[in-house]
Structures are given as C-alpha cells and as structure tokens.
C-alpha cells in the first residue's frame, strides 16, 4: 500500500510562487507515475502534472509553461514549483500515483481516475 502526502499549500497573491511538495511511503517500486491534480470549487478535476518513473513528464493545459514537476525516486517524493500564480489557479491540488503497470500509457497516466492511490490534498489560495 502507498500512502501520499502534501505539503506546501498555502495563500499566495497573484504573480507569486509555490512549490508543493508530495510524500510517498511505501515501496517506490509499487509506483509508477505521480501526478498532480488539482479541483476548484464546482470545477471538475483536473492535471496538472504528471512525471513518469523513467522521467517522462506530461502537462496539462491549466498551468502548462508555469509549472515544473520533478521527483526524486530515492526520497520517493514529487514536487511541483508553480510560478506566475494567477486567483483562477485557486484550488485543492492532490497528488496521486498509480502502479507501473499504467504509467506507460500516455491516456492512462494523464486520467486522474486512473489512478490507485491519493494524498488528501492541500489547499492553494491566489489572491488578486
């Protein structure tokens, strides 16, 4: 079993930084890809990032040219550097991961129900 969580949530004003931070326990070797989601209020979920265990990494549209993931497979963590924050970028972003039987499918690691395991979330706030 694996167990994420996140850190690194907070309130931040527009053109800001933050960096997230997602940490896994368990066998790294039970992980494939690590993505990270995020859900606005009455909005569906959506990617953000993901960063396959062989490095590949898939962006979404929502903040694609403003943000960075990057895991350390030792430490079994993933982070995410966002930058140029914007108050639509408001949300509770999750971290996931899924077993490395789906990561080597580009549909399968971008589709958040895809995936096995899910940190409880943290709450990022972008004032204007």
């Known amino acids: 079993q694996v167990q994420l969580v996140e850190s690194g949530g907070g309130s931040v004003q527009a053109g800001g930084s933050l960096r997230l931070s997602c940490a896994a326990s368990?066998?790294?070797?039970?992980?494939?890809?690590i993505g990270w989601f995020r859900q606005a209020p009455g909005k569906q979920r959506e990617l953000v990032a993901v960063?396959?265990?062989?490095?590949?990494?898939n962006y979404g549209d929502s903040m694609k040219g403003r943000s960075t993931i990057s895991r350390d497979k030792a430490k079994n963590t993933a982070d995410l550097e966002m930058n140029s924050l914007r108050p639509e970028d408001t949300a509770v972003y999750y971290c996931?991961?899924?077993?490395?039987?789906?990561?080597?499918?580009?549909?399968?690691?971008?589709?958040?129900?895809?995936?096995?395991?899910w940190g409880q979330g943290t709450q990022v706030t972008v004032s204007s």
């Open positions: 996931a991961a899924q077993v490395p039987q789906k990561s080597g499918s580009l549909r399968l690691r971008t589709d958040g129900s895809r995936y096995d395991f």
């Open positions: 368990g066998s790294r070797y039970s992980i494939g890809a």
């Open positions: 960063i396959q265990s062989g490095g590949i990494v």
